[in-house]
């Protein structure tokens, strides 16, 4: 069933997944109900530029862009750990940086590649049932693991 004209709607005359609206006097394009902003005023003016925006936004929806197969970079768990610590720790507090320097004397082999999951993975778990910590340091000392292995993830190592 087509949609009613409204004065606070542009529809594209090509495609009607989507529209054109008003909200706070600025243009807002509205695709399958994700609504995004133009940075145009809601002006007679703007309409053409609005829905040229909105035919852009409604192709890019219909086809995406294929997702990209990047290799893995090879990194050994030190020189990737020295690259996230550079991005991470500047702008942190001592009592950050020591938990995170524990955490890797404690859990974080020296010399691994990263793409051997696995043997990190025992290495870990073999480190933390050896140690005498307290379990809510271990946990701390997992969870910082976790920021560094999604950092990796993230990076394509």
């Not at 990263?114 to 993975?121: F, L, P, V, Y």
């Not at 809510?136 to 693991?145: D, E, L």
Request: hydrophobic share 35%; charged share 25%; net charge positive.
């Amino acid at each position: 069933m087509p949609r009613p004209r409204r004065e606070d709607r542009w529809t594209h005359p090509l495609y009607n997944i989507g529209f054109c609206r008003e909200r706070d006097g600025m243009v807002h394009t509205e695709i399958k109900g994700q609504r995004l902003a133009t940075g145009l005023v809601w002006h007679d003016k703007n309409k053409k530029l609005a829905l040229q925006i909105l035919e852009q936004r409604i192709l890019a929806y219909l086809n995406p862009a294929p997702p990209q197969n990047d290799t893995p970079k090879l990194h050994t768990t030190n020189s990737a750990f020295e690259l996230f610590a550079k991005q991470q720790f500047p702008t942190r507090s001592k009592s950050y940086l020591y938990n995170w320097k524990q955490a890797v004397e404690v859990l974080l082999s020296s010399n691994v590649l990263i793409t051997a999951t696995e043997e990190i993975r025992s290495y870990m778990i073999e480190r933390l049932a050896k140690s005498h910590l307290h379990a809510n340091t271990k946990r701390q000392h997992i969870a910082c693991m976790q920021q560094f292995f999604e950092y990796c993830i993230e990076e394509h190592y």
